[in-house]
């Protein structure tokens, strides 16, 4: 596959080094095209031996060639890393003067960005609106994560890992995934909706189409884990390779997890009915029964994921936290408390309502654990999935080392 690395002006520019590595060796044909303030960070002569390609910034080099046409039109994937502010921002305005930003316009090929910048820069409305723009436009982003930034500071805005940023890329564009992250390992997912009877026809119920939770099945499947999809109501199908269980009320969601509390990794992705119908009917009630204005009573269900934070062998166990709050950083406070109140290890926080959430294609999550914000991701519903399975296979993997 021929995959354009582009590379943009930040410290995290020698990490490229390592990705175009892993790719030369994964067997595809790698051009390198960085921004001029990118050979600031790091030399053309590393990224030509690393690439085995020759490297420029130049519009004007090889102008018979018309480079950036040829590069953009025969490229399989163009990735980015690191993606600047200023570089996610002409990205976004489609700016086109210089060879990188000429090349991703000249392209059909999916297109994925791996920011990185300080917290403060992130987090600025000018550069999530970028990033909501480049998203909606298809572009898959990887990260940024928590950890170590450049002047001693630590925060939300490093880069993911090269690896990671390979790996989502290589994702993006249909090639295999690297393999094996999660092999021997079983994972069990809830998803969709749970329903609950009014009467044999009729039922209480919420919109989760079940589409996460399948994506993360998915995901889970390709790194090579042994996936139970607990389906509550999915309108989707279960992905291939997956054991499908298929449960209605949260009763028998209840159950089927109980039943698969001692796995590696359980994800309560589905949405719970919070109360069941108390009294629910064996026959259809008919409208004189239920007389002029009738009311439900309804009964708390049990929390699932408290109880299988409680389970006697312990998974790392992954909750959904589906918020409405509008503003960041209450949204984080509250999906901190929502951690530490049921007992997760890490918890999946996306904003829900208006445009957001429920059915729709792209997606924007934040994985916190109990520190705060671990992993930030946005895109496809797949993409999304797969950095909150690297996140999972990354703490598997440095609780295993802790225990050697
Ligand atoms: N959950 C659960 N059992 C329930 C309700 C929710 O296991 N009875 C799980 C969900 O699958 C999700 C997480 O708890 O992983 C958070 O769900 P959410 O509805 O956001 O939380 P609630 O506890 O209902 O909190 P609140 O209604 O106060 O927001």
């Not at 080099?61 to 980015?80: F, K, M, T």
């Not at 204005?293 to 929390?303: E, F, I, Q, S």
């Amino acid at each position: 596959m021929r995959v354009v690395v582009g590379i943009s002006g930040g410290i995290a520019a020698y990490k490229a080094a390592l990705a175009i590595r892993e790719l030369v060796q994964a067997g595809h044909d790698v051009h390198v095209v960085p921004t001029a303030s990118a050979l600031r960070f790091i030399g053309r002569p590393t990224l030509e031996a690393l690439s085995r390609n020759p490297v420029t910034d130049e519009v004007f080099d090889d102008v018979a060639a018309v480079r950036h046409v040829a590069l953009g039109q025969s490229a399989d994937l163009i990735v980015v890393l690191p993606a600047t502010a200023n570089t996610l921002a002409k990205l976004a305005t489609g700016l086109a003067d210089d060879l990188l930003g000429t090349t991703v316009l000249a392209s059909r090929a999916p297109l994925v960005l791996a920011p990185a910048m300080h917290t403060e820069m992130w987090e600025q409305p000018a550069v999530q609106a970028n990033v909501r723009t480049l998203v909606e436009r298809g572009a898959t982003i990887v990260g940024p994560v928590a950890g170590a930034l450049t002047g001693g500071d630590t925060g939300l805005g490093r880069m993911a890992e090269p690896t990671d940023v390979v790996a989502a890329a290589l994702a993006a564009a249909g090639a295999a995934q690297q393999p094996g992250a999660l092999a021997g390992r079983t994972v069990v997912v809830s998803a969709g909706g749970t329903r609950e009877p009014i009467d044999p026809v009729r039922f209480l119920g919420n919109r989760s189409s079940g589409a996460m939770g399948a994506e993360l099945a998915a995901a889970a499947r390709a790194a090579g884990a042994s996936v139970t999809l607990v389906g509550a109501n999915l309108h989707v199908p279960a992905p291939e390779g997956v054991e499908l269980v298929e449960v209605e009320t949260t009763e028998q969601l209840r159950t089927a997890m109980l039943e698969r509390a001692d796995a590696d990794v359980v994800v309560m992705a589905a949405a719970v009915a919070d109360y069941r119908v108390e009294g629910a009917s064996d026959e259809k009630r008919t409208k004189e029964a239920w007389g002029e204005r009738p009311t439900l009573t309804l009964a708390l269900n049990p929390d699932i994921l408290a109880e299988l934070a409680r389970a006697p062998r312990r998974s790392l166990l992954v909750g959904f936290g589906a918020e409405t709050e509008p503003d960041d950083d209450a949204l984080v406070q509250r999906g901190r408390d929502k951690l530490a109140r049921k007992g997760a290890d890490l918890l999946v926080l996306n904003r829900v309502g208006h445009d957001e959430g429920f059915g729709r294609v792209d997606t924007r999550v934040r994985v916190l654990d109990a520190d705060g914000v671990v992993a930030d991701a946005s895109g496809t519903k797949a993409s999304v999935a797969r950095v909150i399975i690297d996140t999972v296979a990354q703490r598997l993997a440095a609780a295993s080392e802790e225990h050697q």
